[in-house]
């Protein structure tokens, strides 16, 4: 039976499954989140708490969140080197960068997305200037981070790199790194250079009008 991935083209953590999904080489079936696809939808809110995406159905397997997707891809599907490194040091490097920008790139940037999406008179100024300021910080941080090495950690292409590749594509389109992050800046180019990560900034480019701040002329 062919492994499932529900999701959408232009959803940032639906990326990183697809992501580890074209790095390992997977054979599955991608089942669209959208109006055309009523069962697909039912099928996910039957999946995931709220039923957010992606979820992988391999059998009788359910496999919700992102990281987890990845991680089961590593141990039952595909092939070459698993993302999550089999050494336990360096798994827990991977893990923990994947982490950091999970949560203070990806899901704030998120914030200011969701918030542009709001009513007018239902918007949170406050919330997105604090989402900014946690994104600006965590820049920082990787800036110093990125100075030696192609990847996030491990001195390979990992789980961290799966996360880090739509949270600094969209992150850049919501928080701009405008010259002041440069090794962060060439960390993002080398990502979207990658044939994996190319081939998912292709296929969500049909539906770059959804982006309710307006999607930049890049990338």
Same mark, same amino acid.
């Given at each position: ?9 232009? *959803? *940032? ?21 959208? !109006?055309?696809? !009523? ?28 990281? =987890?997707?990845?991680?089961? %891809? ?8 698993? %993302?999550? !490194? ?35 008179? *239902? #918007? ?15 820049? =920082?941080? @990787?800036?110093? #981070? ?21 949270? @600094? ?10 010259? #002041?992050?440069? +090794? %962060?800046? +060439?960390?993002? +180019?080398?990502? @979207?250079?990658?044939? *994996? ?14 982006? !309710?701040?307006? =999607?930049?002329? #890049?990338?």
């Amino acid at each position: 039976m062919t492994v499932a991935i529900y999701g959408h083209p232009f *959803s *940032s953590f639906t990326w990183k499954a697809l992501i580890a999904a074209y790095e390992r080489e997977v054979d599955f079936e991608f089942r669209m989140i959208d !109006p055309d696809h !009523p069962e697909h939808a039912a099928r996910i809110a039957t999946l995931a708490p709220t039923g957010q995406f992606p979820a992988l159905v391999d059998g009788v397997t359910e496999v919700v969140q992102s990281n =987890a997707v990845i991680e089961y %891809l590593d141990l039952h599907h595909g092939k070459g080197a698993p %993302l999550v !490194p089999l050494d336990p040091r360096e798994a827990l490097a991977a893990r923990m960068m994947a982490q950091v920008f999970d949560d203070y790139v990806h899901v704030p940037m998120q914030r200011i997305v969701g918030n542009a999406l709001r009513p007018e008179d *239902s #918007r949170d100024p406050f919330g997105v200037e604090q989402a900014h300021g946690v994104i600006a910080r965590c820049y =920082a941080w @990787l800036e110093a #981070r990125l100075q030696d090495g192609p990847w996030a950690a491990c001195g390979r292409f990992t789980i961290a790199d799966c996360a880090a590749a739509p949270a @600094l594509f969209y992150g850049d389109w919501v928080h701009p790194m405008a010259g #002041r992050f440069p +090794a %962060l800046a +060439a960390y993002r +180019a080398r990502l @979207l250079a990658r044939p *994996s990560i190319a081939r998912v900034v292709d296929e969500a480019r049909p539906y770059r009008g959804f982006f !309710p701040l307006g =999607a930049p002329d #890049r990338d």
